[in-house]
T-cell receptor, first 115, second 120 residues
Framework: EADIYQTPRYLVIGTGKKITLECSQTMGHDKMYWYQQDPGMELHLIHYSYGVNSTEKGDLSSESTVSRIRTEHFPLTLESARPSHTSQYLC??????????????FGSGTQLSVL | AQKITQTQPGMFVQEKEAVTLDCTYDTSDPSYGLFWYKQPSSGEMIFLIYQGSYDQQNATEGRYSLNFQKARKSANLVISASQLGDSAMYFCAMRGDGPESGGGADGLTFGKGTHLIIQP
């Protein structure tokens, strides 16, 4: 059902590297989100966007940045990866018009390991 | 701030038995929505069921039902006739549209999850 895609699925990278996690959706949704999830733990919102040129920080402070130049694309960038960034990153989108029943559609996630 | 509490870190259940996963929430928003998601070991989050705070009846979706008790602020998920494929992490989440939620701008607030294992 969900048409939201994340790449790469797994990424192992050395400390100090710049990385971009890709997220695209084909549902025309206005809102997009990035959540961070450590193993066996809850999801924490790190960024969200209402639409093109809109980006907001979430509840959990993050050293990552996001951009929203196109409706369907919401990439997340880490300028200098550190071992503390090791986590799963989940992208989601939703239809702003749904109000309280706003259901989030999630991608398959990117498992990031920083050595 | 909004908060979701799931008190069962893990559960073992025999196949074909019914399962109840507990969820309590805290919010001062007058209107809110409650959600359950399933996360298999593959990592994706799968939407299961939604309950609105003003809905008079408990939500149902196939084998899933939500036991909504508004006065107790609880929204337990019931899975009838459990199957081996139900083994996964289950997350309760909520979204409000009042001042506590920034007018609904902040996405969903998730609980810590319950790891459900169905045994044959």
């Amino acid at each position: 059902e969900a048409d939201i895609y994340q790449t790469p699925r797994y990424l192992v990278i050395g400390t100090g590297k710049k990385i971009t996690l890709e997220c695209s959706q084909t549902m025309g949704h206005d809102k997009m989100y990035w959540y961070q999830q450590d193993p066996g733990m809850e999801l924490h919102l790190i960024h969200y966007s209402y639409g093109v040129n809109s980006t907001e920080k979430g509840d959990l402070s993050s050293e990552s940045t996001v951009s929203r130049i196109r409706t369907e694309h919401f990439p997340l960038t880490l300028e200098s990866a550190r071992p503390s960034h090791t986590s799963q990153y989940l992208c989601a989108s939703s239809d702003l018009a749904q109000g309280n029943s706003e259901k989030l559609f999630f991608g398959s996630g990117t498992q990031l390991s920083v050595l | 701030a909004q908060k979701i509490t799931q008190t069962q870190p893990g559960m073992f259940v025999q196949e074909k038995e019914a399962v109840t996963l507990d969820c309590t929430y805290d919010t001062s928003d007058p209107s809110y929505g409650l959600f359950w998601y399933k996360q298999p070991s593959s990592g994706e989050m799968i939407f299961l069921i939604y309950q609105g705070s003003y809905d008079q009846q408990n939500a149902t979706e196939g084998r899933y039902s939500l036991n909504f008790q508004k006065a107790r602020k609880s929204a337990n998920l019931v899975i009838s006739a459990s199957q081996l494929g139900d083994s996964a992490m289950y997350f309760c989440a909520m979204r409000g549209d009042g001042p506590e939620s920034g007018g609904g701008a902040d996405g969903l607030t998730f609980g810590k999850g319950t790891h459900l294992i169905i045994q044959p």
